[in-house]
């Protein structure tokens, strides 16, 4: 079966560094995506990622390594406004999104 | 309004009532999706209408019956629902056939209990 892990919640500082990993098995592959999601609101996307290597926008990044089968979000310069969940999602041979149950990261003063 | 907007916000329905959900999408996107979110489960994709047709997921029990009459609005009509079937009910659309990422526009959801 198809399945994407990731962790089910982080807790991180203020002003600090945190990465969330992404790990995934699929029938094939058309690229990664990244969504945030506040509490009661939207899911939104950040990033999206087809190609090996690092993609960096602003504060956030995203890796991925198709080898692997891995990705990660990783955010910089942690603010309060970065606590949601973080929503990985992989589109397989068929162009169907398969998604993660989503990482609730928590920011602490 | 611009983007996808979802009404009602919240809903609260008893095992016997009828109701619809209504999504509108203001982006000119030719494909929109119902999608289930259950606390710390994936996203489970219910519906999805492409150009206006509708690609059946058959794991969708009846009781769920979406309506897509033009490439702007989004239904999905409710009855006889069980309480399992609590929920965030999220609208998505997209721009099908476009060439790079399928980025997925999604509604701030419509919160359903089934008492």
């Known amino acids: 079966g198809q399945n994407i892990d990731q962790p089910t919640e982080m807790t991180a500082t203020e002003g600090a560094i945190v990465q969330i990993n992404c790990t995934y098995q699929t029938s094939g592959f058309n690229g990664l995506f990244w969504y945030q999601q506040h509490a009661g609101e939207a899911p939104t996307f950040l990033s999206y990622?087809?190609l090996d290597g690092l993609e960096e926008k602003g504060r956030f990044s995203s890796f991925l390594s198709r080898s692997k089968g891995y990705s990660y979000l990783l955010l910089k310069e942690l603010q309060m406004k970065d606590s949601a969940s973080y929503l990985c999602a992989v589109m397989d041979s068929n162009y169907q999104l398969i998604w993660g149950a989503g990482t609730k990261l928590i920011i602490k003063p | 309004e611009t983007g996808v907007t979802q009404t009602p916000r919240h809903l609260v329905m008893g095992m016997t009532n009828k109701k619809s959900l209504k999504c509108e999408q203001h982006?000119?996107?030719?494909?929109m999706y119902w999608y289930k979110q259950s606390a710390k489960k994936p996203l489970e994709l219910m519906f999805v209408?492409?150009?206006?047709?509708?690609?059946e997921n058959n794991s969708v029990p009846s009781r769920f019956s979406p309506e897509c009459p033009n490439s702007s609005h989004l239904f999905l009509h409710l009855h006889t629902l069980q309480p399992e079937d609590s929920a965030l009910y999220l609208c998505?659309?997209?721009?099908?056939?476009?060439?790079?990422?399928?980025?997925?526009?999604f509604g701030a959801g419509s919160r359903l209990t089934v008492l």
């Open positions: 998505a659309s997209s721009q099908a056939g476009a060439s790079g990422a399928n980025v997925l526009t």
């Open positions: 982006l000119g996107h030719n494909a």
């Open positions: 209408y492409s150009l206006e047709e509708r690609v």
């Open positions: 990622n087809v």
